[in-house]
Nanobody, 122 residues
Framework: QVQLVESGGRLVQAGGSLRLSCAAS????????IGWFRQAPGKEREFVTA????????TYADSVKGRFTISRDNAKNTVYLQMNILKSADTAVYYC???????????????WGQGTQVTVSS
């Protein structure tokens, strides 16, 4: 089992930047693919980005492509989400999740963090 803890969410102005972190205490973390998802009030949870266990593959939702970057440091058991040129539409609770399958589908992810709130003011 993998326990995930997100951090870094806060209030930021539109056009600004933010970096989220997803940390795990287990060394097995480095064998999992990691995804970031988000859920805005009144909306379904949606895929944002994913990174393979090695970091060699990444996938982005069209809505964040070119603005967000996912990366990982397996020595630190941490995955990062760098978010630039933030928009009010990016306001949501952001979750990281771990999966044994590289996927953008929520149902493929077995372990989830508690989420961190990102609020973008316009």
């Amino acid at each position: 089992q993998v326990q995930l803890v997100e951090s870094g969410g806060r209030l930021v102005q539109a056009g600004g930047s933010l970096r989220l972190s997803c940390a795990a205490s287990e060394r097995t973390f480095r064998s999992y693919h990691i995804g970031w998802f988000r859920q805005a009030p009144g909306k379904e949870r949606e895929f944002v980005t994913a990174i393979s266990w090695s970091g060699g593959m990444t996938t982005y939702a069209d809505s964040v492509k070119g603005r967000f970057t996912i990366s990982r440091d397996n020595a630190k058991n941490t995955v990062y989400l760098q978010m630039n040129i933030l928009k009010s539409a990016d306001t949501a609770v952001y979750y990281c999740a771990a999966s044994g399958t590289y996927s953008s589908e929520i149902r493929q992810y077995d372990y989830w963090g508690q989420g961190t709130q990102v609020t973008v003011s316009s």
